[in-house]
């Protein structure tokens, strides 16, 4: 087998390939290349070549998104580390694991005037979870800081930084390993709720009538069925789950935007819960954030094994263990209460279900006719990706089929990398993967398609409205140059020309029947990667929005 020469580069191939660190990400450069050399000669990695370090980077974390193992990104010395950072903050957000490993210039190098050097220890400090800034010559030292780097990574579900320095010669190769690297195992603990907290808070619960369940973005089959299952039989809780949660029951309600509009006062009051029990990922819904912000429950309590965020102003209490872990030694302690307070959110949901389908049923073609469209017609058993901005929003406003897996990046929320990460997504996952997107999210990360590991059966919907389509429901849109220019970024582009230059099949629809058709093109065409263009009228797609919400109540 072929090795680089350089020790440092074989240690770091060794450590990554004893922990289970085998899906590497390489852009290209020269001051990398011991590492490039190592990995992609070696076969237990599976190595991928993205030119494009921002689009890497996502590519990268779709793939761990799907796997939950850390997965490697390899780049050259420079300003490309740089461009890593927009993916690494959402995997710090978002817990996904993930390893930046830069190659540096020597320190004799850094602040010299040399050509492509930047100060690169320490670059993403306010969001890595551990930063190991190597010594030139491996070492035993060096090995504890990669072991400790995939370690944390590991254990701690987030982004950590490898800064490697290479002198030249680097292309050197020998047949023979010559270093001899130390392996550390990952010490698993098992926490478990304290008993005494079992019995204060069990009181708590068995006292209250009014308990609301918030759950944010999750894995599949993150909680167990059974778990759901109680919650969904007690009259005093409430579960209110994202579109991001996968987690799915009859009793539960899933289209919160859709309950969670004007009311008055005394109805807000009414909905108020005494105890919140959040779990899961960061809260898309605007307007649920701003109910619990203004009505405050008396107690939070956020189920989390590593992080807690007082979201809402009122964290009382932070479970540091796994939901099923809270789940199966906190419920033999409760029990159902009566009380109408889930029955109250039962009947003004299905009074908005009601107000929702007649509403649909009279609204000319628009973003939101499209999208009950598009979420209709998804296959069973496939994979969603959606991206920020508009498109998650109005997912959230339906129903979608519960053998479905919906993912998005709403650790940062950002809509810089969305593409790059479907489609890492759909290499890592046996399902086949549709990403819904906007036009200034796509047109943003349309580097993402320059990418040879496309599946063929990889779907691409995007909603082309013109521009921002998300500005015009907000509260500063105006009709005026600054609007349409600053704001919403006003663009007649289309993706013809992008799919065409990267093999993709193109389709366009631009009304209820040709969508309708499209669609069903769409997913019976599984030869090529393709892209269906939805074009929708920009100056209707916010005033029916509006008046949507308006006619709910």
């Given amino acids: 087998m072929l090795y680089p020469k350089i020790p440092l580069a074989q240690s770091i191939i060794e450590i990554c390939n004893a922990k289970g660190v085998h899906d ?7 001051r990398n290349a011991p590492l490039t050399i190592g990995f992609t000669n070696h076969p237990d990695f599976n190595c991928y070549s993205i030119a494009d370090e921002r689009c890497a980077g996502f590519f990268a974390l779709g793939i761990a998104q799907q796997k939950q193992k850390p997965v490697a990104v390899v780049c050259t010395s420079g300003s490309a580390l740089l461009n890593y950072y927009p993916a690494l903050a959402e995997a710090f957000y978002s817990q996904i694991p993930f390893i930046v490993i830069s190659a540096d210039r020597p320190h004799d190098k850094i602040d010299i005037g040399d050509g492509q050097t930047i100060r690169q220890e320490n670059v993403f400090l306010n969001h890595s979870l551990y930063n190991a800034n190597l010594l030139e010559e491996a070492s035993e030292e060096n090995d504890v800081f990669i072991n400790e780097a995939i370690n944390v990574a590991m254990a701690h579900k987030g982004p950590v930084h490898i800064n490697v320095p290479f002198e030249e010669p680097l292309y050197q190769t020998t047949s023979k390993l010559t270093v001899d690297v130390n392996v550390t195992g990952l010490f698993k603990s098992s926490p478990t709720v304290r008993v005494e907290d079992i019995i204060a808070f069990s009181t ?3 006292h209250s009538q009014k308990i609301l369940v918030l759950v944010g973005e999750c894995k599949p089959g993150f909680v167990d069925q059974q778990w759901l299952d109680v919650l969904a039989s007690h009259p005093s809780v409430v ?38 029990i959040t779990f899961g990922g960061m809260i898309v819904s605007k307007r649920v954030k701003a109910f619990l912000r203004k009505y405050k429950p008396r ?39 009566e009380s109408n307070y889930k029955h109250f959110f039962q009947n003004i949901t299905k009074e908005r279900k009601r107000k929702h389908t007649e509403y649909l049923s009279q609204t000319p073609f628009s973003d939101l006719k499209a999208f009950e469209s598009i ?49 890492g997504a759909a290499v890592a996952s046996s399902r086949q993967t549709t990403l819904i997107t906007g036009d200034i999210g796509f047109l943003y990360d349309s580097n993402a398609l320059w990418n040879n590991y496309i599946p063929k059966n990889f779907k691409i919907i995007l909603i082309n409205n013109g521009g921002g389509g998300i500005f015009r429901i907000l509260p500063g849109h105006q009709e005026s140059e600054t609007f349409h220019t600053y704001f919403e970024t ?32 769409l997913f019976q065409n599984n030869d090529q990667p393709t892209l269906l263009e939805v074009f929708t009228p920009t100056r209707e797609n916010n005033k029916l929005l509006l008046n949507y919400f308006k006619a709910l109540v």
Avoid at 308 to 335: C, E, M, R, W
Avoid at 388 to 396: K, L, P
């Fill in 375 to 423: 979420l209709s017609t998804l296959p069973v058993n496939s994979q969603l990706q959606i991206s920020n901005s508009a498109a998650i929003r109005y997912v959230q406003l339906f129903d979608v089929d519960a053998s479905i897996q919906v993912f998005c990046n709403r650790g940062t929320s950002g809509i810089d990398g969305s593409t790059s990460t479907a489609i």
């Fill in 490 to 521: 006003s663009h007649c582009l289309t993706a013809e020309h992008l799919a065409k230059m990267y093999r993709f099949d193109y389709l366009t629809a631009a009304d209820d029947l040709s969508l309708k058709e499209r669609l069903e093109q």
């Fill in 24 to 30: 590497i990400i390489i852009s290209p450069g020269s």
């Fill in 299 to 337: 107690h939070h309590w956020h189920i989390d094994e590593l992080r807690a965020y007082d979201t809402f102003g009122i964290l009382t209490k932070h479970f540091t263990v796994s939901p099923n872990q809270f789940f199966k030694q906190f419920f033999p302690h409760v029990h159902p209460v």
């Fill in 204 to 206: 708590l619960w068995n």
């Fill in 239 to 276: 579960v209110l789950t994202e579109t991001t949660s996968n987690l799915h029951h009859p009793d539960f309600i899933n289209t919160i935007d859709t309950l969670i509009t004007p009311f008055s006062d005394k109805e807000f009051t009414e909905l108020q819960p005494r105890i919140l």
